[in-house]
């Protein structure tokens, strides 16, 4: 079974679910691609890593999930990463060999995450992605980072049965 990244459900609201995430480290890569294809473009990278293309020519365990976020406001251009095992220390962490993959420690964050399962496409993304900021705005909860897509399965999984999340930082209601 493959470890999942953790959190703590704060708050069911309708049609999300809002959750603190503990601090975490991800392997991460840019890539140029069309939304579709940025996560193969980056996986041989990303997986190099975890299978030991690293300075201690360490393997890490694959976990779940991998994340992909636009960069910036250039089209085509996305960071997707690999979250850590939840023991991950950046400090003890191996660096990558490949100059293209760096590691970031992820600092704890209260997010809001939609589920949806289905086809990994920009289309079906963007309208849960529309979905979940008219929720969060309903119920008054501040964005204050970008939207990311969650990928729990690898692409073996029949498409119905794919767990898939959008995930937006936001502003903690307890500040």
């Given at each position: 079974m493959t470890e999942q990244q953790p959190y703590e459900v704060v708050r069911e609201h309708?049609?999300?679910?809002?959750?603190?995430?503990?601090?975490?480290?991800?392997?991460?890569?840019?890539?140029?691609?069309?939304?579709?294809g940025a996560g193969n473009t980056s996986f041989r990278r990303l997986v190099g890593y975890i299978g030991g293309r690293n300075t201690q020519s360490r393997k890490v365990a694959m976990t779940a999930p991998v994340v992909q976020e636009a960069e910036g406001e250039?089209?085509?251009?996305?960071?997707?990463?690999?979250?850590?095992?939840?023991?991950?220390?950046?400090?003890?962490?191996?660096?990558?060999?490949?100059?293209d993959?760096?590691?970031?420690?992820?600092?704890?964050?209260?997010?809001?995450?939609?589920?949806?399962?289905?086809?990994?496409?920009?289309?079906?993304?963007?309208?849960?992605?529309?979905?979940?900021?008219?929720a969060l705005d309903a119920a008054g909860l501040e964005v204050v980072g970008r939207p990311r897509f969650a990928r729990f399965d690898p692409p073996w999984t029949p498409w119905f049965l794919r767990r898939n999340e959008v995930v937006v930082p936001v502003a903690d209601p307890h500040d």
């Open positions: 309708p049609g999300f679910e809002l959750r603190r995430y503990p601090e975490h480290v991800v392997a991460e890569t840019r890539v140029t691609a069309t939304f579709e250039t089209a085509g251009r996305f960071v997707v990463g690999f979250v850590m095992p939840a023991d991950f220390d950046l400090a003890g962490a191996p660096d990558p060999t490949d100059p993959v760096r590691l970031r420690a992820v600092p704890a964050h209260t997010a809001a995450a939609l589920r949806f399962s289905g086809r990994w496409t920009r289309d079906r993304y963007d309208e849960h992605a529309r979905r979940l900021l008219v």
